[in-house]
């Protein structure tokens, strides 16, 4: 409790109302302009893809404490929890696998060598953040291997000061939280501008002692140290700057994430399993970003990220002891050809390795180029080819060419596009080897694994019928050879074994609207709401008895949220239904009541939360519990 206590009076200092004077920020990109599709900022009306964008303003209004609940509330994106509150999450679009997803910071990979499950451990508190784009589909022809099912990308304030005109002043942003189960919550972020210089510094603070573990028959389930609960605390710090030189503008980061927590039946559904875990996540980013005499921009970016891992079964079990790390170099380079068609290329190269006691010790290297050519004859037209050839030595050489083209015409928006993706296989998919949880429950790598390559196909609408309206309806389909996923090949089997299945044909259909509207002086109305289908057929499925992962996505999925601001009052709900290809369908809403008003140059709310209003029992990997109905209240403070 001292760590609760030190990072409460840290954020109470903070928002003393003498501790310093505001400035309202500058939004550099605003939410019609997106930079995912193409490498660099475009109208989102043209960039002939699906990017869903969430700005500070709309992170600051979520009831969330995390990056992995900030994407439960993008349409399309399917979360998978297994402690709820941001603890442990995997992420997947459009019936990939959690290892099927990019994440990129600042324009550079985050996504861990070893494995996909810690994709959501982000060494960035959310109060740092200015923005997040989601792009469905592939995107390998740009970025590399991974981005299968899409992109995930998340810009900082820092990191966009690139974009900013000379400012100077301070920025404040804070809040705190607490709830039932000692739930804490304290956050804050501050950035001191100069013409040429921001330099910034976020925290964060969580942890709650949980609720109880229930068994089927309602009773508590036992540890070695009594009743288990779901139990974690978790903690992000950065400190980032950037400076503006004449031509170009010098950008520096380090983060840091570190969580420890219960983690009960996370991996498996096996009564021995009464799992801890602890995870630390370190960061470090340089920079430089320009353009030549000649117009040209550029970017070169160096990388360093260390994850550690420790997890132990049961207390009787000896604790699996894991490090990864991977460093990377990377740039690219833009240039306007002709008024109508501007070309970006660029390069890469990454130095990955693994050290551990059950995996062993690896290292490797990877590399890869790129060249994209978008061509806008007309303002209604684009048409954006892309082409990528890697090597990896998961699967040697692959090339990845990529098509997109959209045509505008009023209100109406036509879009289509073709690509091909390729993922390798990770250090645990490749070496895993393990007998902790039951003979029956082994799994086991296969470092003969080949590449998952994949070929998508989408077509899309887009209509804006009126101000504050838009709706976008997209279908797509990929065709995936050589998936890769844990399987028994036969009911007799005792392991579940790495390998390469024959193919996977996914489609599915996603409808998405927004609704902004000012109903009078003092109201406000904002919607959003999504549906996606999903259909998935595993074409060598008489050749295996059992799959692990291939059939946990969701077949429907409807996300909502809704709110409605009178005065200084506002109201918001939001909710998620799903049904999974194969389980039982659910229903969780959640609600938050604010209240608004000005503190001298700033702005101060008081929210009231309530987490899983109708106390729904729901599981989402396995049988790892997630929370039910939770208080929450909280106060924060914006510039």
């Known amino acids: ?22 400035q309202t920020p500058t939004h550099v990109l605003p939410d019609s302009i997106v930079v995912t599709a193409s490498r660099t900022a475009e109208a989102a009306r043209t960039s002939a893809q699906r990017v869903t964008v969430l700005t500070a303003a709309d992170i600051a209004a979520l009831p969330v404490a995390s990056f992995d609940e900030l994407l439960r509330s993008v349409g399309g994106m399917e979360v998978q929890s297994r402690g709820g509150f941001g603890v442990q999450s995997d992420l997947t679009m459009r019936g990939s696998t959690f290892n099927g997803v990019l994440l990129l910071l600042d324009g550079v990979r985050l996504n861990d060598p070893m494995t996909g499950h810690f994709l959501s451990d982000f060494p960035i508190p959310l109060t740092e953040v200015a923005r997040v784009e989601v792009l469905r589909g592939p995107a390998t022809a740009l970025y590399g291997p991974d981005a299968l099912g899409g992109v995930i990308q998340v810009f900082t304030f820092t990191g966009l000061r690139h974009l900013d005109a000379e400012r100077s002043g ?12 000692t739930l804490y919550d304290a956050e804050g972020s501050l950035r001191h501008h100069t013409p040429r210089t921001t330099v910034s510094a976020a925290t964060a603070w969580q942890g709650s002692d949980g609720q109880p573990i ?15 609960r779901t139990d974690f605390t978790r903690q992000a710090h950065t400190v980032a700057v950037a400076h503006r030189l004449d031509a170009a503008t010098l950008f520096a980061r ?40 000649g117009g040209s921009e550029w970017t070169l970016n160096g990388t360093a990220k260390q994850h550690d891992d420790r997890y132990v079964y049961n207390p009787v079990t000896p604790a699996n002891e894991h490090t ?11 240039r306007a050809v002709t008024s109508a068609v501007r070309l970006t290329a660029g390069a890469d190269v990454a130095l990955r390795s693994i050290d551990s006691n059950n995996l062993g010790q690896h290292d490797d290297a990877s590399g890869g180029g790129f060249v994209s050519a978008t061509w806008q004859p007309a303002a209604r037209w684009m048409v954006r080819g892309s082409g990528r050839l890697d090597y990896d030595p998961g699967f040697g050489w692959e090339a ?33 080897n393990t007998t902790l949880a039951s003979p029956r429950g082994r799994s086991l790598g296969n470092p003969d694994l080949e590449a998952e390559q994949a070929w998508s196909y989408e077509a899309g609408l887009d209509v804006y019928p009126a101000a504050g309206l838009a709706l976008h309806a997209t279908a797509f389909r990929r065709i995936t050879d050589n998936l890769i996923d844990y399987v028994k090949v036969t009911d007799a089997d005792t392991v579940f074994l790495a390998r390469n299945l024959f193919e996977v044909d996914t489609r599915g259909l996603e409808l998405d609207g927004t609704l902004r509207s000012a109903i009078s002086n003092t109201t406000n109305l904002a919607l959003r709401l999504s549906y996606t289908l999903l259909d998935a057929t595993l074409n060598d499925a008489e050749q295996v008895a059992e799959y692990k992962y291939a059939l946990t996505n969701a077949r429907h999925i409807v996300q909502g949220q809704g709110s409605v601001q009178v005065g200084a009052v506002r109201l918001g709900l939001h909710g998620i239904w799903k049904e999974p290809l194969d389980g039982e369908a659910y229903g969780v809403v959640g609600a938050r009541l604010q209240y608004g008003l000005a503190w001298g140059t700033r702005r101060l709310s008081l929210s009231l939360d309530v987490r899983n209003l109708l106390d729904t029992a729901y599981t989402e990997v396995f049988d790892a519990p997630l929370p039910g109905r939770w208080f929450i209240a909280g106060v924060r403070l914006m510039p």
Do not use: C
Not at 214 to 228: C, K, P, Q, T
């Open 254 to 293: 380090a983060g840091l994430d570190d969580r420890d927590f219960g983690a009960y039946h996370f991996y498996t559904p096996f009564a021995s399993d009464t799992a801890r875990e602890a995870t630390a996540t370190y960061w470090a980013h340089l920079r430089a970003i320009g353009q030549t005499p």
């Open 1 to 22: 409790m001292r760590s609760t206590f030190a990072a409460l009076l840290l954020i109470v200092l903070l928002v003393s109302p003498g501790a310093l004077h505001a």
């Open 324 to 334: 990864s790390r991977r460093f990377a170099l990377d740039g690219h380079l833009t």
């Open 400 to 432: 990845t060419p990529q098509l997109n083209a959209g045509y505008t015409a009023g209100a109406l928006g036509f879009r289509a596009g073709v690509g091909r993706a390729v993922r390798a296989p990770n250090y645990v998919e490749r070496y895993f």
């Open 214 to 228: 229930l068994n089927s028959e309602g009773a508590a389930v036992r540890g070695s140290m009594g009743d288990l």
């Open 170 to 181: 301070t920025e404040l942003t804070a809040h705190a939280q607490l709830g039932e189960h």
